[in-house]
């Protein structure tokens, strides 16, 4: 499976930005999701993530209320509705899946390349 970020650019603070991690290869229907994000120096961090049917999602406490996970199976796609953004949501931002869902990076088998996000104060 290959994963494919996209939707990643420069906003201002308080705006807003839509993800997009769409599959091919195969099916992630049956597969958790998440997305991660990362800035240089510092380890790969936990955003959000979503059970295979969409039943289960999980939120970093640093985007809680403002971020929001989804996902359309029939689209093979996941995304990330990203609102009020403030400078310290900037970072490259990661789309994952695994057969579990889960908050650790390490336990996530396929990667997407990553989108860069930059928030502007």
């Known amino acids: 499976v290959q994963l494919q970020a996209s939707g990643g650019g420069l906003v201002q603070a308080g705006g807003s930005l839509r993800l997009s991690c769409t599959a091919s290869?195969?099916?992630?229907?049956?597969?958790?999701m998440g997305w991660f994000r990362q800035t240089p120096g510092k380890e790969r961090e936990f955003v959000a993530t979503?059970?295979?049917?969409?039943?289960?999602?999980y939120y970093a406490d640093s985007v809680k209320g403002r971020f929001t996970i989804s996902r359309v199976n029939a689209k093979n796609t996941l995304y990330l509705q990203m609102n009020r953004l403030e400078p310290e949501d900037t970072a490259v931002y990661y789309c994952?899946?695994?057969?579990?869902?889960?908050?650790?990076?390490?336990?996530?088998?396929?990667w997407g390349q990553g989108t860069q996000v930059t928030v502007s104060s």
């Open positions: 994952a899946a695994d057969s579990h869902i889960d908050v650790l990076p390490q336990m996530f088998s396929f």
């Open positions: 979503i059970s295979w049917s969409g039943g289960s999602t």
């Open positions: 290869g195969g099916t992630v229907s049956s597969y958790a």
